[in-house]
Structures are given as C-alpha cells and as structure tokens.
C-alpha cells in the first residue's frame, strides 16, 4: 500500500509541475519544485524566491495535506476585500478531478485552492480562486 501511495503522491507531483507550467510561471521557478520540492510562495503577486516557507505556512500546509490527501504545489497571499487570505494552490487526490484543476483564458486562470481567510479563520474553504499570470509569477485576482 505505501508504494502504491508514493507513486500517486508522485503522480500529484506532475500533474502539479503542469500546472505550474500553465499558470506561466517563471522556469526558475518550476524547475526549484522539480529539483527540490520548493513550494513558491507568492505576496500579492511578487514572488518571494528560494527562501524557506515560514514555520506557520509549512504548519498549515502540512495539516491541510494530511486533512485532505492533496498536494500542495505554490500558496499565494493576497489582500482583497479588505481581508487577508493565505490560498493553498493544490492538486486533488482524486485523479478524476484533475481534468478540471485549472481552467484558462490568457492570463487568467481558475486553480482550485484551500483559502485561509487569516482574519476569520472559521471562513476558510476549499473551492476555487482566480490569479492573474504576471512575468513569470502570479497574483489572486478573485
């Protein structure tokens, strides 16, 4: 059971890459996930480089996957409405879900993604998010 649990894991892997790939995202910083398991973390569409996640984004990341048996593959922090949310960027368990994980038009992309609403943590869902491709990096836009 555990190595048929790693290849799924790895297959997660991939179809995460292509994603990353479809969302624009720069080659620097796909091939950082592909070479390490670097988790991009983006601010309000800036990407914030190589350095390590935080000890509470890694926490959240962590009980989120064991929670729900998906991959975590960027997370992007953003102002809107007024609130602060931190949206988990994931690829599902269910491989039937993955032929509608992303959705896009241009530049604009729907990506589903666990949101923490870090004002009203009783707020927080899954479901979907919009980002606007932006030089290589992304940015919540709805």
Do not use: C
Request: glycine residues 8%; charged residues 25%; hydrophobic residues 35%.
């Amino acid at each position: 059971m555990k190595q048929q649990e790693q290849a799924y894991s790895a297959m997660q892997g991939i179809r995460a890459l292509d994603i990353m790939d479809e969302l624009g995202l720069s080659e620097e910083i796909i091939a950082a996930a592909r070479e390490s398991g670097h988790i991009p973390h983006f601010l309000n569409g800036k990407y914030l480089g190589n350095t390590p996640l935080s000890e509470e984004v890694m926490q959240r990341i962590a009980d989120y996957e064991k929670r729900s048996g998906s991959l975590v593959y960027a997370v992007s922090s953003d102002y809107l409405y007024g609130y602060h949310f931190m949206s988990l960027l994931f690829v599902s368990k269910y491989e039937e879900d993955w032929q509608h994980d992303i959705f896009s038009n241009g530049n604009l992309h729907r990506v589903y993604a666990y949101v923490y609403n870090l004002e009203h943590e009783e707020l927080s869902e899954t479901g979907s998010v919009f980002l606007e491709s932006i030089d290589g990096s992304i940015k919540r836009v709805g």
